[in-house]
């Protein structure tokens, strides 16, 4: 399993929200993908952290070239995506 932890900072959280909703499901909805989440940090509103779960490095890799990470990235300057900090972590699949 591949786990995606980090944070962004949005200039414009009202404008990137519509975009964001967006991005979620869409990567939610593509094969290999367990979880993908974004949560305001309560204490600092403009910190966006991430969080991603993907069953395979080859299902991270066909998501990075998707049409909607496309738009989503494409959108960056109009709400002001800066400070992007994610790390990629290799783990051990859930168990229960």
């Known amino acids: 399993m591949i ?3 980090g944070t962004i900072r949005v ?3 009202a404008a990137a929200r519509p975009h964001m909703e967006t991005m979620i499901r869409a990567s939610r909805g593509e094969a290999g993908c367990i979880d993908y ?3 305001v940090d309560l ?3 403009g910190l ?3 969080s991603e779960r993907w069953e395979s490095r080859a299902a991270l890799d066909r998501h990075l070239v ?3 990470i496309r738009a989503w990235r494409a959108c960056w300057p109009e ?3 800066s400070d992007r900090s994610l790390r990629l972590y290799e783990a051990e699949a859930e168990s229960v």
């Open 66 to 68: 998707s049409d909607h």
């Open 3 to 5: 786990v995606i932890e």
């Open 43 to 45: 204490l600092d509103p």
């Open 48 to 50: 966006v952290r991430v």
């Open 11 to 13: 200039g414009d959280l």
């Open 79 to 81: 709400v002001g995506i």
């Open 37 to 39: 989440a974004y949560a």
